[in-house]
């Protein structure tokens, strides 16, 4: 009897450090901070390709890009456009950051293809 | 009575994906569907497997040199179901799964794009308007509505690919076909003219694929007619044209989309025991004009499998 109330006992302990163990965000909550987001080149021949890079911080973020011609090769904080043959123009490539708590900045930059 | 007519070819059709620099790799040159409508109560169960390949661009008609893609290919399975519902209608339903839509670009860093999933699946219904049997001729026509199975564009490692590399459109559409078939008992020729136009609605990324119109010459002739032998053979050769409108991103015209093609696809069709029927197919590409500048067909092959049942 005296063991089956330990045993309870014991069992309710782990399941509450598991419990307290579970991937919360800190309390003392981290700002999202977008600060730049570049391109190696703005200006780009059809064909060519640049880099574009941003530079975030706050917790557990995620980069998410989009474009609408062209193609983004890569993934992260990098990613390189490709001006593929339709992209001649102006073409905006934005970035949103995501956070942990869910919050969300977003930038673009400008690539030019001739 | 039009047994006959239920030979499965592959029809130059479903355009799931008008590209935009990359129509070809894109976009299924070929697909498989039943000529003519099924008798009652018959279950035709068509399974396909497509492969294309495009690596070389045009601008125009003209060829151009190597680009920033070097290559592209998809792979896809594909499944259609037809049931008639009366001996003059016959309800078809048809779905399909990339298993890649790959993009391998001819940069320093050796990047490719891959996109995978369901394309857009097709409901229609098709009717019987006109059956002569004296003459052997046979006009049926079918509408349906194109839908996708999810709305939302595909991403990876959150970045969203390329509209070409998408699976499906992600958007509502339709589908209208008309078959005209004639057939000679003597000779065992049969001629076939099919035509399929796809109209695509914008999805919720501003996108809007280019309508599409395929139209499709076959001359098909019996190969072995022995009653002893379990197999009997059909050789068919099939003419077809594409024409594909622009695309548009929130009804701005996508430059590099829309093109004039021609392909012969000979094909040669095998039924075992009369219960099953397979299907060979190549697509090679004729004559291709393009928009501006885009990447080009160089073969597409495709295997069809059919099971005709008797319920």
């Not at chain 2, 994906?17 to 009652?40: E, R």
């Not at chain 2, 003219?193 to 809007?208: F, V």
């Amino acid at each position: 009897m005296r063991i089956g109330v330990y045993k309870t006992i014991l069992l309710s302990g782990i399941l509450i450090n598991l419990w307290a163990c579970d991937d919360k965000p800190p309390v003392e909550e981290q700002p999202l901070v977008f600060s730049t987001l570049k391109a190696s080149r703005y200006s780009i021949l059809a064909g060519d390709t640049t880099r574009i890079q941003a530079t975030a911080s706050g917790y557990a973020i995620t980069y998410h890009w989009q474009v609408e011609k062209g193609d983004l090769l890569g993934s992260g904080t990098e990613v390189i456009y490709v001006a593929t043959p339709c992209t001649i123009g102006e073409n905006p490539i934005s970035c949103t950051v995501i956070d942990g708590y869910n919050r969300q900045e977003s930038k673009q930059v400008v690539i030019t293809v001739f | 009575m039009r047994k006959g007519t239920v030979l499965i070819l592959l029809l130059g059709l479903p355009q799931f994906l008008s590209g935009q620099c990359f129509t070809s790799a894109g976009n299924p040159v070929g697909g498989s569907g039943n000529i003519g409508t099924l008798d009652k109560k018959n279950l035709s169960v068509v399974t396909y497997y497509q492969h294309s390949l495009s690596d070389r661009y045009f601008e125009g008609h003209q060829i151009l040199d190597q680009g920033i893609i070097s290559s592209a290919d998809f792979n896809l399975a594909g499944m259609l179901l037809a049931y008639g519902i009366t001996n003059k209608l016959t309800l078809e339903g048809e779905a399909g799964y990339f298993i890649n839509k790959t993009k391998h670009y001819s940069i320093p860093e050796g990047f490719s794009l891959k996109g995978s999933g369901f394309t857009n699946g097709v409901i229609s219904a098709k009717y019987l308007v006109y059956y002569n049997p004296g003459s052997k001729v046979e006009f049926s026509a079918a509408g349906g509505l194109k839908f996708p199975f999810t709305p939302n564009t595909q991403r990876i490692n959150h970045v969203r690919l390329p509209f070409d590399l998408q699976p499906s459109t992600n958007a509502l559409g339709a589908v209208i076909q008309a078959f005209l078939i004639k057939q000679h008992s003597l000779t065992g020729m049969r001629y076939f003219l099919y035509s399929r136009l796809e109209i695509n609605g914008m999805n919720r990324d501003g996108y809007r694929s280019g309508n599409s119109l395929s139209t499709s010459l076959f001359l098909s002739r019996h190969l072995i007619r022995t009653s002893n032998w379990p197999v009997s053979g059909t050789a068919i050769l099939q003419l077809r044209n594409e024409l594909r409108g622009v695309s548009y991103i929130f009804e701005e015209t996508e430059p590099s989309s829309g093109s004039v093609k021609f392909f012969l696809s000979p094909q040669l069709n095998l039924a075992f025991h009369e219960k099953w029927n397979l299907s060979v197919l190549a697509d090679i590409p004729l004559y291709q004009h393009y928009r501006n500048i885009q990447l080009a067909n160089r073969i597409g092959f495709s295997v069809i499998l059919v099971k005709p049942i008797e319920l």
